[in-house]
């Protein structure tokens, strides 16, 4: 709500809101109404006892009155009684409000970001129950198992004469099916628990580098500015942020990559040739006669601001099984946190393809305006010389484009996991999932 | 009685059971548990009534049912929907698409016997 910016400006607005005419309030605060009349109109500056006797005949804070009450509060509470269709509040008071009240305002502003805050965490709740692969899974397994335990009960319980064979075989299988049902309530018991305490769910290692690389935006400064600084001082510093041995373990490994790969591309020269336009990975492990994959996930780390649109690329890698090792997400495309990921990824064709670069756009399903740029290769080392099997990793880099720019034709659509994906007739389906059945295909009508 | 059932399911002890109870009160139970070839299965059986899980190995229930309706053939064929989640949409879908009854795991056998007695109208 727009406020005069003027004491006397403010003076007349109050005065007007309390009913009061200029006459009435000039003779309580002992001035000439002509006086007043120019004090409202900002001919006259008011100040000291005046500017008091004043605010003490409006019934506001002098504050109130010759600074406003804050702008950024009331126009937070603003906000606050935007937020609702009748808020019920005298909303055009809430500046008054702030004045008198600030620590009162302060509060009910801190108290709806809470309530939003809370909000989100609802939604994001009850999004997870219905797409939660896991949990619709096992609701399903021990729907399932029950149905069958309740029928075949019933069978026996009726009472009627059934064969000995027959009653032999239902007798085994209401034994299995309450096994069955005993393991899965067990394991739904189980994620439930592990979900309902937060600081408990980021258990895995991997989960929790890459919250705490999420923190640092994905960029370790103190290997970028000295590369010298020792990893394990860096994990030493994020201090309970690593739970386990395994987690600081983990990301000492990821800190010396880094180091390795900070080492191989520089940041000012390599900043300096990104701003220059260049983002092609090829190229730009060319320019620095390093490996691909290097270039791939130094990429990774420019902030925002060095990409068209303003989001940073994402990064996959897996290993030579498929298994994520690392994930960062990019607006619109979320790498699943359990279980397998999407088979037709460009990740997992350069996979079976070690060494040859694999460049497609793709799109995610039932996310049609924007398209990912992918840059895949999959890399096979033998550390452990020829005797051993290499250690093979792929890497796919992911750079999110306006579905107007660039060619007309759809590229080919993938998920993230097969449960919450929605493509039908997918040769590469792994398992049938819980959404294709809930958003019918135009063909329905 | 005396009429032919098609059942769709994957839960072999489900299927047991239910095959029982059908069987018992003079029905007969064919089964099927694959979701990409139930269609198949339906032409090949030519049921008085199918009774039909929704969530099937490589093939959704619902995706079946579909096809089915657009088949000339099966426009006015009983079909049976069965599923674990007994959510509003899951119905209203069922319904939308065709589905002559819709039973939420987990029904009872008189449930079953019931609605199979009803929808043949025998």
């Known amino acids: 709500m727009a406020r005069p910016v003027l004491t006397g400006s403010r003076i007349r607005q109050y005065r007007i809101d309390k009913g009061l005419r200029q006459a009435e309030l000039a003779r309580e605060c002992g001035i000439s109404p002509s006086y007043l009349n120019l004090i409202e109109h900002n001919r006259r500056k008011i100040g000291g006892a005046l500017l008091n006797n004043v605010a003490g005949a409006l019934g506001v804070n002098t504050a109130t009155l010759s600074e406003g009450a804050g702008a950024a509060l009331t126009e937070a509470l603003d906000a606050v009684a935007g937020g609702f269709a009748e808020p019920g509040a005298d909303i055009e008071r809430s500046e008054d409000f702030a004045g008198r009240f600030p620590g009162w305002a302060r509060l009910v502003t801190q108290q709806h970001a809470r309530v939003s805050e809370l909000e989100r965490l609802v939604e994001t709740l009850n999004d997870r129950l219905t797409h939660d692969p896991f949990l619709s899974a096992s609701l399903h397994n021990v729907l399932s198992t029950v149905t069958a335990i309740r029928s075949t009960s019933g069978i026996l319980a009726t009472g009627d004469e059934i064969e000995a064979a027959w009653q032999a075989r239902f007798h085994r299988n209401i034994y299995e099916d309450s096994q069955r049902l005993a393991e899965a309530t067990e394991a739904l018991v189980g994620y439930l628990d592990v979900g309902g305490d937060t600081d408990r769910v980021l258990s895995l290692p991997l989960d929790e580098l890459e919250a705490w690389l999420s923190d640092q935006d994905w960029r370790i400064d103190a290997l970028e500015t000295d590369n010298d600084t020792a990893a394990s001082d860096i994990v030493a510093q994020a201090g309970s942020v690593f739970s386990s041995s395994a987690a600081r373990a983990l990301a000492t490994a990821f800190l010396e990559r880094y180091r390795a790969d900070a080492r191989a591309l520089p940041l000012g020269p390599f900043e300096e040739a990104v701003l220059a336009g260049e983002r092609d990975p090829m190229r730009l492990s060319a320019r620095f006669s390093t490996d691909l994959p290097r270039a791939m996930r130094r990429l990774s780390t420019l902030p925002a601001r060095f990409f068209k649109g303003g989001f940073p690329p994402g990064l996959v890698i897996c290993d030579g099984s498929g298994t994520l090792a690392f994930r960062k997400p990019v607006r619109g495309f979320a790498p699943p946190r359990f279980g397998a990921a999407c088979a037709v990824w460009p990740l997992f064709q350069a996979l079976h393809r070690p060494l040859t670069p694999v460049r497609t756009d793709v799109a995610l399903v039932g996310q049609d305006d924007v398209r990912f740029q992918t840059w895949s290769i999959a890399t096979s080392d033998y550390v452990a010389g020829f005797e051993r099997p290499p250690v093979v990793e792929s890497t796919m880099l992911l750079m999110p484009v306006l579905a107007s720019v660039g060619e007309e034709d759809a590229p080919y659509q993938v998920g993230t996991s097969c449960r919450v994906c929605a493509i039908r007739d997918c040769p590469a389906r792994r398992e049938p999932s819980i959404l294709n059945v809930s958003e019918p295909a135009p063909k329905f009508g | ?122």
């Open chain 2, 1 to 122: 009685m005396g009429g032919s059932v098609l059942l769709i399911e994957d839960e072999p002890n489900i299927i047991e059971a239910i095959r029982f109870i059908l069987s018992r009160d003079g029905w007969r139970v064919d089964t099927h548990s694959d979701g990409l070839t139930a269609l198949d299965a339906v032409r090949a059986r030519r049921p008085d009534l199918v009774v039909l899980d929704v969530m099937l190995p490589n093939r959704s229930g619902y995706d079946i049912l579909h096809d089915l309706r657009e088949d000339p053939e099966f426009k006015e064929l009983p079909v049976l929907m069965l599923t674990a989640r007994g959510q509003k949409k899951d119905r209203e879908l069922a319904e939308k698409l065709g589905a002559s009854s819709f039973m939420t795991k987990p029904f009872s056998n008189g449930e079953v016997l019931a609605t199979v007695r009803a929808l043949v109208g025998k």
